[in-house]
Nanobody, 116 residues
């Protein structure tokens, strides 16, 4: 059974930090591209960051503030978010994508709220 379980969301003041984690099970984690997406009500889900092997990719809006990393031994992908802004408020989702078959798995999401 495939599972992606996110944690680490919450309420933080502007300028603060949060660390999101996603623990995966039920598939060959190391073979998948892992990503974080976010979504606010009324808008499409947008890519925040992705990691494949040693390569990372970031949305322009988070470059220099967010860092994505993965631990294939622990089947975990992490998003370190620093200098958070109110516009970072969203539900953050973990996604696993296998390029060969185009198969995707999603987590249930974790709420991040940046507010004073």
């Amino acid at each position: 059974q495939v599972q992606l379980v996110e944690s680490g969301g919450g309420l933080v003041q502007p300028g603060g930090s949060l660390r999101l984690s996603c623990v995966a099970s039920g598939f060959s984690f190391s073979a998948y591209i892992m990503s974080w997406y976010r979504q606010v009500p009324g808008k499409e889900r947008e890519l925040v960051a992705s990691i494949s092997g040693g390569s990372t990719n970031y949305a322009d809006s988070v470059k220099g503030r967010f860092t994505i990393s993965r631990d294939n031994g622990k089947n975990t992908v992490t998003l370190q978010m620093n200098n958070l802004k109110p516009e970072d408020t969203a539900v953050y989702y973990c996604k696993a994508f296998y390029l060969v078959t185009q198969r995707s798995y999603w987590g249930q999401g974790t709420q991040v709220t940046v507010s004073s």
